[in-house]
């Protein structure tokens, strides 16, 4: 069988710290997995964030701003699944950067309304086909069923570690 460059594996990044592989994979091969997944996928991102001029992060507040404009840091934090830090950093890179606007709320001038400006604006279509790049990527070996079960297996999966942070938290209170 003849393999093609596309079919190749690729090593990691010299700048990615070295996996220890069997270690952690022989620990926990499921969480292993899903970090090695996680990270190939985050790279591959990544450096097409970087030819747009992104930050990794940065994607997912235009996204939700797409999606709808003018809206809270609370808002965002939620919708991105972020810490407050991590969004108000992101969001004032993103406004040094000139992406977006910053403005007191109407209701709460306390609540930083956070817009989009025309140039952060004009990335959506750049922003939208490279997530749809990683999308065509990751789906291409997968029958829409796969696709399905995964789907339905990494929330389930998410919902199980999100409880058990949580009983974590409350234990150790």
């Known amino acids: 069988m003849v393999t093609t460059a596309e079919e190749m594996p690729v090593a ?25 997944l996680w990270r190939a996928m985050h790279n591959f991102a990544n450096d097409m964030l970087l030819e747009l001029g992104l930050y990794p992060g940065q994607e997912l507040i235009l996204l939700q701003l797409y999606d709808a404009d003018g809206q809270t840091h609370t808002d965002l934090q939620r919708a991105v699944r972020l810490d407050h830090s991590t969004v108000s950093r992101t969001v004032r ?17 306390r609540a930083m309304v956070v817009s989009l400006t025309e140039q952060g604006r004009a990335l959506q279509p750049r922003v939208v086909e490279l997530w749809s790049t990683v999308e065509t990527v990751m789906t291409e070996i997968l029958t829409n069923d796969q696709q399905s079960d995964f789907i339905e297996l990494a929330s389930r999966l998410e919902q199980k570690l999100l409880t058990a942070r949580l009983n974590a938290r409350r234990t150790s209170s």
């Open 93 to 109: 890179r993103m406004e040094q950067a000139g992406l977006l606007t910053r403005s007191p709320g109407e209701k709460d001038k």
């Open 12 to 36: 990691p990044d010299d700048t990615e710290p070295p996996m220890h592989t069997t270690a952690l994979s022989a620990l926990a091969p499921l969480s292993f997995g899903t970090l090695t």
